[in-house]
């Protein structure tokens, strides 16, 4: 069995408070030495000086192999391709590219005149520029505007295709879901490292609008086991924790060394976990 890998992925803070705890969340989960760390756009790629800047200080002060997102929205593709430039020259070899979401009040998805339609075409302008590490985003239960999971896959190799090396999923909580994609992946000719992405439940509505936004599913059990603990922190901590464990070990038993946690820019949970990920199951005892 591989050795356990850990990502980590962190959005660029909006105010100095904001900041300040995102630095101290980088530098409480360093020891646990990631394969990488990835930074985030907005939704509408409006944060990308403060990416930048967050990505080049991650890499120069701490070390660690820093992924940016980069996206299609918003930008031609000369600037997309510039940026992308000045990221190899500045010592970033990894980057995550995406198609990105809608402008604010926008209805749909429209590509800009200038730029790159789909992640696919970014991820082969970016082959173009450099040998980067590019990684894409998959979705185990479908991408919430493909047609199909079959044409969801289909759109997925190609970003394969292009020269992604590597894909990353959308959050999910039922690890069922993340093997069968995993197969019909396989199935698909898709070859590449598939990368279980996690997210950790800090607050459980918060969750339950992420996941009706992008298609995720929460099971009936999990909805039963955050029941009547809104006014209870403390109870809902040790849920998420023990939830993510549970999880991260299923899938570790059918073959899964890779993991990427959605940090929301928060430690506590996130380092807890991978702890006792890293420290071994517990034992399973026998009853005579």
């Given at each position: 069995m591989h050795p356990m890998r850990f990502s980590f992925e962190f959005f660029p803070p909006r105010d100095a408070a904001m900041e300040a705890r995102l630095w101290q969340t980088v530098q409480r989960?360093?020891?646990?030495e990631p394969s990488f760390v990835s930074v985030t756009y907005g939704a509408d790629g409006s944060t990308r000086e403060r990416t930048h800047e967050i990505v080049r200080r991650i890499h120069d002060e701490?070390?660690?192999?820093?992924?940016?997102?980069?996206t299609c929205v918003g930008a031609s593709r000369d600037e997309v391709l510039d940026i992308a430039r000045r990221y190899w020259e500045s010592g970033i070899r990894h980057i995550v590219a995406?198609?990105?979401?809608?402008?604010?009040?926008?209805?749909?998805y429209t590509p800009h005149p200038d730029g790159f339609a789909y992640a696919a075409d970014l991820v082969a302008g970016l082959r173009s520029v450099a040998d980067f590490e590019i990684y894409v985003a998959a979705y185990p239960e479908g991408h919430p505007e493909a047609s199909s999971p079959q044409a969801d896959l289909d759109n997925l190799k190609r970003k394969i295709d292009a020269g992604a090396s590597r894909a990353i999923t959308q959050f999910f909580f039922d690890p069922a879901v993340f093997l069968r994609f995993r197969d019909a992946a396989a199935a698909a000719g898709i070859e590449v490292p598939i990368v279980p992405g996690i997210l950790p439940i800090t607050r459980f509505p918060q969750v339950t609008k992420f996941a009706a936004a992008c298609g995720a599913s929460i099971p009936d059990w999990l909805w039963q086991r955050y029941e009547g603990l809104e006014d209870d922190p403390e109870t809902r901590r040790l849920i998420s924790a023990s939830v993510a464990i549970d999880m991260v070990e299923t899938l570790r038993r059918h073959g899964v060394s890779d993991f990427h946690f959605y940090t929301l820019n928060r430690a506590e949970l996130v380092y807890a976990i991978c702890h006792c990920l890293l420290h071994g199951p517990a034992p399973r005892v026998a009853y005579a």
């Amino acid at each position: 069995m591989h050795p356990m890998r850990f990502s980590f992925e962190f959005f660029p803070p909006r105010d100095a408070a904001m900041e300040a705890r995102l630095w101290q969340t980088v530098q409480r989960l360093a020891p646990l030495e990631p394969s990488f760390v990835s930074v985030t756009y907005g939704a509408d790629g409006s944060t990308r000086e403060r990416t930048h800047e967050i990505v080049r200080r991650i890499h120069d002060e701490t070390g660690l192999v820093s992924a940016p997102h980069l996206t299609c929205v918003g930008a031609s593709r000369d600037e997309v391709l510039d940026i992308a430039r000045r990221y190899w020259e500045s010592g970033i070899r990894h980057i995550v590219a995406l198609r990105g979401d809608p402008p604010r009040g926008s209805d749909a998805y429209t590509p800009h005149p200038d730029g790159f339609a789909y992640a696919a075409d970014l991820v082969a302008g970016l082959r173009s520029v450099a040998d980067f590490e590019i990684y894409v985003a998959a979705y185990p239960e479908g991408h919430p505007e493909a047609s199909s999971p079959q044409a969801d896959l289909d759109n997925l190799k190609r970003k394969i295709d292009a020269g992604a090396s590597r894909a990353i999923t959308q959050f999910f909580f039922d690890p069922a879901v993340f093997l069968r994609f995993r197969d019909a992946a396989a199935a698909a000719g898709i070859e590449v490292p598939i990368v279980p992405g996690i997210l950790p439940i800090t607050r459980f509505p918060q969750v339950t609008k992420f996941a009706a936004a992008c298609g995720a599913s929460i099971p009936d059990w999990l909805w039963q086991r955050y029941e009547g603990l809104e006014d209870d922190p403390e109870t809902r901590r040790l849920i998420s924790a023990s939830v993510a464990i549970d999880m991260v070990e299923t899938l570790r038993r059918h073959g899964v060394s890779d993991f990427h946690f959605y940090t929301l820019n928060r430690a506590e949970l996130v380092y807890a976990i991978c702890h006792c990920l890293l420290h071994g199951p517990a034992p399973r005892v026998a009853y005579a």
